[in-house]
T-cell receptor, first 114, second 112 residues
Framework: EAGVAQSPRYKIIEKRQSVAFWCNPI?????LYWYQQILGQGPKLLIQ????????DSQLPKDRFSAERLKGVDSTLKIQPAKLEDSAVYLC????????????FGQGTRLTVV | GDSVTQMEGPVTLSEEAFLTINCTYT??????LFWYVQYPGEGLQLLLK?????DKGSNKGFEATYRKETTSFHLEKGSVQVSDSAVYFC???????????FGKGTRLSVIA
């Protein structure tokens, strides 16, 4: 079974530029998460989708971050404009149905903003 | 809201030593509990899970028991190896459509 795919693996941009990350979840998984992981910390939820609807985006900085999940499958996360403090690893995860079921993670995208 | 508290690291052990990483939780519902492991430069991998009280999750020599009375899910391994060096995260998934909640992680270094 194919795992969660993310791209790119690494990205370096200058502050105030824009960047986009892509995620393809495990086939059949209804729930998709984007987490932000700053060096030395645990993952922090940015947004949760159930199929193509948003379940929780309370911690998404909506003035600069946006996310969508097309047709309930692939998802993109965008940052515009980026700030230095956005430097982190962005993790995508998917789960069969969220809640009490486990999530499976992609390898992440390491973003460096200079 | 739900939360997970795990012991702060880093933890440094000699090879073949016994490992315990403490994890306690607060939840409003009846959560599932998980341990994830993150190797350098990689995403999180599910290590083990338990879905109800007194369940024991186990994998690769690691085990953890879901203790409802103490709201704990401590990770243990009898004899660690250098290859176990990684960051370990305790997490919970609660009832309904809530997202997984993670602890801050514990870095383990095993030296030969």
């Amino acid at each position: 079974e194919a795992g969660v795919a993310q791209s790119p693996r690494y990205k370096i941009i200058e502050k105030r530029q824009s960047v986009a990350f892509w995620c393809n979840p495990i086939s059949g998984h209804a729930t998709l998460y984007w987490y932000q992981q700053i060096l030395g910390q645990g993952p922090k939820l940015l947004i949760q989708f159930q199929n193509n609807g948003v379940v929780d985006d309370s911690q998404l900085p909506k003035d600069r971050f946006s996310a969508e999940r097309l047709k309930g499958v692939d998802s993109t996360l965008k940052i515009q404009p980026a700030k230095l403090e956005d430097s982190a690893v962005y993790l995508c995860a998917s789960s069969l149905k969220g809640g009490r079921t486990e999530a499976f993670f992609g390898q992440g995208t390491r973003l460096t903003v200079v | 809201g739900d939360s997970v508290t795990q012991m702060e690291g880093p933890v440094t052990l000699s090879e073949e030593a016994f490992l315990t990483i403490n994890c306690t939780y607060t939840a409003t519902g009846y959560p599932s509990l998980f341990w994830y492991v993150q190797y350098p430069g990689e995403g999180l991998q599910l290590l083990l899970k338990a879905t109800k009280a007194d369940d024991k999750g186990s994998n690769k020599g690691f085990e953890a028991t879901y203790r409802k009375e103490t709201t704990s899910f401590h990770l243990e391994k009898g004899s660690v190896q250098v290859s176990d060096s990684a960051v370990y995260f305790c997490a919970l998934g609660d009832s309904g459509n809530t997202p997984l909640v993670f602890g801050k992680g514990t870095r383990l270094s095993v030296i030969a």
